[in-house]
Each structure stands twice: as C-alpha cells, then as structure tokens.
C-alpha cells in the first residue's frame, strides 16, 4: 500500500501477506457458487424487507424478489444480517447510529490507468483523499472520498481527481468501464449488532470509513465467527432437546412453573414491527436552540390529545438534539410533509448538525420555521412534558396554523408511500 500526503510524499507499506484484487462481479460470482456447493439454497433478486417474530424471538424474514414483486415468508432458526451498509436487518433490529465524520464516497471503474501497477494507493487531500486498486485486467478502481458537505464536488469526478498531484492525468474520462456510484455517509454502527435469534456481519454491524479498509475482510471473518458460534449453539440445543425428550417419557411429567408477571414487554425490533403496521403522516417537527439557531427533526410521533383546549403531543428522544430546544423552548410547530417531500424528510431524519442546508422556510413571529410546501404546518405553545422511558412527551396547545390542498406523505412498514385516491 502506498501513501501519499498533501505535500506529495509519500510512503510504502509491503505485507507478508497478500490479497487478490478482482472484480465485484467475480468476487460474488465465487461465493454464490461456494454457497451452492455447500448445500445452500441461493435465490438470487430477493431483498428482506421485514424480520418476523415467533415466541419474542427472530424467527425468519419476508422478502420480495425485485422482478415481480412477489413476497414471501422465509422461516429460520437464526437469521444473520449481512446486507451492508444499509442494512434491513440492522434498521428492524434497532436503532442504526451515525457518528462524525460525515462522508461520502463516489467510485467508478477506469481502464488503462498510468503507472498503476500491484500496489493500492492512498492520495490524502484537502479536502478528502482518493484510493487506487487495482483489479485485473487493466481496471483499476477509483475511489474519491469527501467530507459530505463537499459532496457536491463528486458531480466533477474527474475534475477533482486531478486535485490531487499524485493522481493528476493518470486517467482518462474516456476510458470509464462502469459508471461513478454514490455511497455513504459512512462512519455508522448497529446498536444492536445481535438479538434473540438474529445478529449482523461485515459493513451491516459497523463501517467507519474507506480509509481504515474494512469492508470485504471484515465481513467474511465475521460469518466465520458467527458460523462456527451459530452451528456449535445449535448443535448443543439439538442435542439438550433430545435429552430433555428421553428424560420427560422416563419421568412422566414435570409440575408448571408459575409465570413471571414482571414483564418486560416485547423487545424493541417487535415493537418496531407491530407499529410500523399503523399508517402516519410525516412532520418535520421545528423550534430554536437555546443558542438561537434554527432546529428541526423528522417526527411521526404527533397525536392529537384534546378538542376543548385543542392539545396535541409529540415524542422525543432524549438523546437527540432536538430535545433540549423543546425542555427550553416555550413554542414549536408541525410542518406536515407532502407527497413530494420525501426528502425533506430523510434530511431531518439524519444526525446531520445543519439540516437547514438547502431547505426553503419562512419564520413565523416567534423565529421558529415554517417549511416551504408543505400540507399544513400547526403552530403550538408548549403546556407540560411528560417522561416516557427513553423519550420526553410534550404536550402543546394549538395556536394557529394554515393548510394547503397537497397531497400527504405517508410512512408505513418503514418506508415511504402515498394515498392512491
């Protein structure tokens, strides 16, 4: 591995032991038919879209297979999440953290690079970094990184390649092979990389950044581990089963133990599940920070409590940053979200620090937004807070507002959607 800083020099790692460098194409080629030669069933189009429950446990998934839509139920003793970097899994399991620093990768393939030969490189740059790998065949693959308030700069791939001194006019546009792709942000974790029945491997548990090289590796280690702990844990509870069997038929039955009534509830991806079966619309909840800023979040959460005085409620967590503004504040409006303001609302649902980046608003005479184009936007005083386990519950008297004829964005299942009338 070579690499190279801001300044131009640079400096080479060589290992005692290698890797192979080869296509995606190929790569998932080998372990498909692995897979298969393993005795695995392999279907190929089909993406989970929901995990299901039996007895509180993980019990297998639904998937639909992305030619024709078809979904179906796949039951399973244990299921592993090893979806990547947006993972299903890890998004029903719980919640999915993203951490500074907030990047986004856009890669493509090139032939016939200059002076690209057995080495990967590494050109560190301000802003961002470009990595080189080579993988066969003349192809080498292009990886510019940049701090996501920059992203914009990857609509000139090429132009900011030749940024960076040590990557200046090794490539020609001319000779992309598979066209730049956008990922990211990256630097993201599961905060529940394992549950009862379930668990997550590779990017689907943890990715911090490109530059640390985890990815492929760090997956196929991970099933490794997971595979000899999930066949040892299996084998034992086969085995304890067909013990229990012989001794029960030996000794007759065994007395009922009293159940426990200090229950817990269901476990937080159930919970998910079974509410995520109840349509809502979509607000992006504003207000001002103590220090006078702007502030807002994507919120579902809003219910309405009373007609005479007219009451609505909303729940916070009490982690994000949204909800000192509402312990401090006195004011706060629901801006409902439109059918064509689906990206609004993943901008306000992200950990981003300046989610008004770009977004359209008025402010109303107490300097909270108000949302360009939105369906209704309901402005409240804010009454009591109330704990709720993890989340606060504010509690606001309706003060005024205005409505529009747009049609509503929905959220259901997870996702996204829209009245068909």
Known sequence: MKVVAPSGTGVVGRFDTFSFALSRTTFDCILRDAAEAAGAEVREGVKAEELIYEGGAVGGVVARATGNGKRETLRARVVVGADGLRSVVARRLGKVIRTAPYRVAFTAHVADACDVDDLGEMHVGRPGYVGLGPIGAGVTTVALVLPLAEARRGERFFDELNRFPGVA????????????????????????PAANGALL?????????????????????????????????????????????????????????????????????????????????????????????????????????????????????KRHDMHTAME??????????????????????????????????????????????????????????????????????????????????????????????
């Open 169 to 192: 006019g090794r490539f020609d546009p001319r000779r992309i092979v598979r066209r730049v792709l956008a990922t990211g942000p990256f630097a993201r974790w599961s905060r529940r």
């Open 201 to 317: 491997v590779g990017d689907a548990a943890d990715f911090f950044d490109p530059f640390t090289g985890q990815g492929i590796y760090s997956a196929l280690r991970g099933a490794e581990l997971a595979t000899a702990a999930i066949v040892d844990t299996l084998h034992r509870q086969l085995h304890s089963s067909a013990r229990g069997a012989g001794a029960r038929r030996a000794g007759g039955a065994r007395p009922v133990s009293p159940p426990d009534h200090a229950s817990r509830g269901v476990e937080p991806p159930q919970f998910r599940q079974l509410l995520g079966r109840f349509a809502t619309g979509v607000t992006v909840l504003t207000s001002r920070s103590p220090n006078g800023e702007p502030i807002g979040m994507t919120a579902n959460s809003l219910a309405s409590v009373s007609l005479e005085p007219p009451l609505v409620l909303v729940s916070v967590e």
């Open 328 to 421: 401090k504040g006195t004011h706060f409006v629901f801006n409902i979200l439109s059918s064509e303001q689906e990206a609004l609302s993943r901008a306000f649902a992200a950990s981003e620090p300046d989610r008004f980046r770009g977004v359209s608003y008025r402010e109303n005479q107490r300097g909270i937004a108000i949302l360009d184009g939105v369906v209704a936007h309901i402005e409240c005083e804010k009454q009591a807070a109330v704990p709720g386990g993890d989340h606060t519950v504010f509690i606001g008297l309706v003060v005024g507002g205005d409505v529009s004829d747009r049609r509503p964005l929905l959220y259901y299942r997870g996702g996204y959607a829209g009245l068909s009338r």
